[in-house]
């Protein structure tokens, strides 16, 4: 009992020992999505060690990669998430996991390495269940819109912001869902498909008001945008351009330069809007074109034809680059091989599973077959054994021989116990049938002891004299079956057990009767007359 109590000591004592780190990490993790910024100062005043188990250590690379995340400290190396990766895409949770991936994808993404980052992107995709909460959800899909947005892929990314569009409309937080659909709405702007963008922000509108949401500046660019495109009166585009100038003035954030010579293209004041582009060119391939589109057109408007003529010539050549950056983009069909890759390791699975599964079938035929044949050439042996011994008492009890009744009443009492056992060949006997015959076959010597016995009621002073030379009840069995006239050629039929020869020469040995000296039912019968004579 003693070194019982001891090990659940030493087990308690070991799970209550669980390394302050961990257990200081457990606690940050609780409440890092609430207060970021207190999270991240834990985090920077822990030390890690090589001690460190590494648990402790995926843990602590998860939450400070979180933590800089969240308080808009970009990494760009993967080697802080690493660990994390390593360890949760083997062990610990699926949200983990799920995290794990997420912020690998992050640190890649801002890194520039779009393709690993949507790999990682898709991964935790694939690690989604119910322990993820929606605004995850909405924060991967969102991601991975940018980086189609990134890599000109817009269909795709119009499909990932409907995604975090749907899930963002049943959280709380109702920026998440103004921004997801003002970035549906861009998407299709883009992609010049006006009427999608124009009904996306009708219901954006009506969305906004049922719910008393502050409108922010994008959803007043948006609309500029739609009326600009739609050529709607100045009135309108007044109208909004200023309800968006007043939300930059909120927002403590700069104009869109591009935002202001649309309007005052659309205004007609050409030299306003060349006046508004006069900073460098975007780096947005998107934005760039308008840029020079804008430019182009004002500058003919007002008969600068050489300046039109080279703003022109710009546009165009970003026109193609973007054109052959979309023919070239591998990013698109990256999500399609991935999952063609799942498809194929799920494949794999299911055929090696299938494989093991038959492997195993096959298997268990063989030992089956095996067994089966084993024991049916068992059930054949013994089978075999007992039709003749079955056969030879049949003879036996046809043929006159000499002896006390009670031998032909033993012989009889073994045909009768043989016969259920010889009427039928069975194609597959089971293993107690097999067993059961050979149990009988084996049995045959009792036959010998029963006619021991009868002899000896029968005949007490002969096998008192038998005994005296120390034979054994199957022996003296045997030396009656001699005096009752049955032949040595005839006993072995009787007899599976053993040898009827080697028996006979024990016998012999022990009757003290010479290797070549007379046959041993002579030298009974001899011996049966002396003892009766006296």
Request: hydrophobic share 35%; proline share 3%; net charge positive.
């Amino acid at each position: 009992m003693r070194p019982l109590l001891f090990v659940l000591g030493l087990i308690v004592l070991i799970c209550s020992c669980q390394s302050a780190g961990l257990k200081q990490l457990t606690e940050i993790e609780g409440y890092i999505q609430e207060d970021h910024k207190k999270a991240y100062q834990e985090l920077s005043e822990i030390k890690q060690d090589s001690k460190s188990t590494k648990e402790e250590k995926a843990l602590y690379s998860l939450l400070w990669s979180m933590a800089l995340d969240k308080n808009y400290i970009d990494v760009k190396s993967d080697s802080l998430i690493a660990p994390a990766v390593k360890y949760y895409s083997r062990y610990g949770s699926k949200q983990h996991r799920f995290l794990a991936y997420y912020y690998a994808g992050r640190v890649f993404e801002n890194a520039g390495e779009y393709n690993d980052a949507l790999t990682y992107y898709m991964k935790a995709e694939q690690s989604i269940d119910k322990t993820i909460s929606k605004e995850y959800l909405v924060r991967l899909y969102t991601a991975k819109q940018r980086l189609y947005y990134r890599q000109y892929a817009y269909d795709r990314a119009i499909e990932q912001a409907q995604k975090a569009r749907s899930i963002s409309k049943t959280l709380e937080n109702p920026q998440y869902y103004l921004r997801n659909t003002l970035d549906v709405a861009l998407m299709y702007s883009i992609k010049e498909e006006n009427s999608k963008s124009d009904l996306i922000l009708d219901s954006l509108g009506v969305w906004i008001t049922d719910h008393n949401v502050l409108c922010p500046s994008t959803y007043y660019s948006s609309l500029i945008r739609s009326a600009v495109g739609n050529n709607s009166d100045t009135v309108l585009i007044d109208s909004l351009y200023s309800a968006y100038e007043k939300q930059c003035k909120n927002e403590r954030i700069q104009e869109d330069p591009l935002i202001s010579a649309l309007v005052n293209k659309a205004r007609g004041d050409y030299n306003a809007a060349i006046s508004s582009l006069s900073s460098s060119v975007p780096d947005n391939t998107f934005k760039s074109i308008s840029y020079y589109s804008i430019l182009y057109l004002s500058h003919k408007a007002l008969g600068h034809y050489k300046e039109a003529l080279e703003n022109f010539v710009e546009y165009q050549k970003t026109v193609e680059k973007h054109t052959m950056s979309i023919f070239n983009n591998d990013t698109r069909f990256l999500e399609e091989r991935y999952k063609n890759e799942l498809v194929k390791e799920r494949n794999i699975r299911r055929t090696m599973v299938l494989i093991a599964l038959i492997l195993v079938l096959v298997a268990v035929i063989v030992v089956v077959v095996v067994t089966g044949v084993k024991r049916k050439q068992r059930y054949d042996e013994e089978l075999e054994s007992a039709r003749s011994e079955y056969e030879f008492l049949k003879e036996v009890m046809n043929s006159p021989h000499e002896g006390p009744d009670g031998v032909q009443k033993a012989l009889e009492s073994r045909l009768q116990a043989l016969r259920p056992f010889i009427r039928k060949d069975q194609w597959l006997p089971s293993p107690d049938v097999v067993r059961q015959l050979r149990k009988m076959n084996e049995a045959n010597l009792e036959m010998f002891r029963s006619v021991g016995l009868i002899y000896a009621m029968t005949y007490p002073e002969f096998v008192a004299e038998l005994v005296k030379y120390g034979l054994s009840s199957e022996e003296i069995g045997l030396c009656a079956m001699y005096l009752s006239d049955y032949s040595t050629k005839e006993l072995p039929k009787t007899s599976k057990s053993g040898n009827i020869y080697l028996i006979n020469g024990e016998i012999r040995k022990k009757l003290q009767i010479p290797a070549n000296g007379e046959k041993l039912g002579h030298w009974l019968q001899n011996l049966f007359v002396s003892v009766y004579k006296r």
